[in-house]
């Protein structure tokens, strides 16, 4: 009566597939109306704009200030080039930095010198790093802000309207939450499981971590700390009493069968249940003993 009632690992599994195909979709969609209203198509073509115009000045010049800085320049059928130093591929930025370091003093008197004053009134390297790091910016803010609407619309607002923290996936294959007395779940606790475990934690922890590796130079650190976090929300689901992963653990959750679990509306009624359980439990032996007697009684008449 006041135990838990587990459900099995296939319908939990299940269930959580469903709801991470829902929050991709509805992720999605929420970061493209962010995209509308921020015009981000706007500044991915300015971004497009600045890099022809960066490679167009690099194939038009490069080849000729390469030999001035000890650089070898070879361009592509597909117009790609590769710049290089000692045999070592190099940035196209490091032979722009060398060129500006020097002031072009080195291509004074030279046809290469207009290298240099073409990029002091059109610097479009600078330009489009600037961009690049600002169109970098946007889709974090997309993504961030797209989960953040998704989860709260999903594992928040919907479970309020179904009830036991139940969400889509939930719904589908009998799944609720309670917390670890078999009381109902709160809307502070489904919140704090919500925001600060699945979104915080789980999601936006491992997406800024990704973002520092691919675009920060934070290294294979960033993608250990990825994969410790998971192994830890997995080891947490099989070691634990009762299968709870972080966000669970944060709210004082626990998914149940709503089949077969006894929910309670509150403490106050579980403590009733309880104590009406005691008595009963109490006055059965001296019952017993009652019916005994009363059975001898008959039997001896």
Same mark, same amino acid.
């Given at each position: 009566m006041f135990e838990l009632k587990k459900i099995g690992i296939i319908k939990r599994l299940s269930a959580l597939l469903l709801d991470a195909v829902l929050l991709a979709v509805l992720t999605t969609g929420f970061m493209c109306l962010i995209g509308l209203?921020?015009?981000?198509?706007?500044?991915?073509?300015?971004?497009?704009?600045?890099?022809?115009?960066?490679?167009?000045?690099?194939?038009?010049?490069?080849?000729?200030?390469?030999?001035?800085?000890?650089?070898?320049f070879e361009v592509g059928e597909d117009k790609s080039f590769t710049l290089k130093k000692d045999?070592?591929?190099?940035?196209?930025?490091?032979?722009?930095?060398? =060129?500006?370091e020097d002031k072009g003093k080195k291509l004074e008197g030279t046809d290469a010198y207009n290298a240099y004053t073409v990029y002091q009134e059109t610097p479009y390297a600078h330009k489009y790093d600037s961009q690049f790091s600002y169109v970098v910016s946007l889709i974090f803010m997309m993504i961030s802000i797209g989960l953040l609407l998704s989860y709260i619309a999903l594992e928040f607002v919907i479970p309020l309207f179904f009830k036991n923290g139940q969400t889509i996936g939930k719904k589908v294959f009998g799944i609720g939450l309670?917390?670890?007395?078999?009381?109902?779940?709160?809307?502070?606790?489904?919140?704090?499981r919500t925001l600060l475990g699945k979104f915080a934690i789980e999601t936006m922890f491992p997406v800024?971590?990704?973002? =520092?590796?691919?675009?920060?130079?934070?290294?294979?650190?960033?993608?250990?700390?990825?994969?410790?976090?998971?192994?830890?929300?997995?080891? =947490?689901?099989?070691?634990?009493?009762?299968?709870?992963?972080?966000?669970? =653990?944060?709210?004082?959750?626990?998914?149940?069968?709503?089949k077969t679990q006894m929910i309670y509306a509150s403490e106050d009624e579980l403590i009733a249940k309880k104590t009406l359980q005691d008595r009963e439990e109490a006055t059965a032996p001296e019952q017993q003993k009652m019916q005994k007697v009363e059975n001898k009684n008959f039997i001896n008449k």
């Open positions: 209203i921020c015009k981000f198509d706007k500044q991915q073509d300015k971004l497009t704009e600045y890099g022809e115009k960066w490679n167009d000045y690099c194939l038009t010049y490069y080849g000729e200030i390469a030999d001035y800085y000890g650089y070898t045999g070592k591929e190099e940035l196209s930025t490091s032979l722009l930095s060398a =060129m500006l309670v917390k670890e007395n078999c009381v109902k779940i709160k809307p502070i606790a489904l919140f704090a800024a971590l990704l973002y =520092m590796f691919l675009f920060s130079g934070g290294g294979i650190l960033m993608l250990i700390l990825i994969a410790a976090l998971a192994l830890l929300d997995i080891i =947490m689901f099989f070691v634990t009493k009762n299968k709870t992963p972080i966000h669970d =653990m944060l709210a004082a959750t626990v998914a149940i069968d709503m």
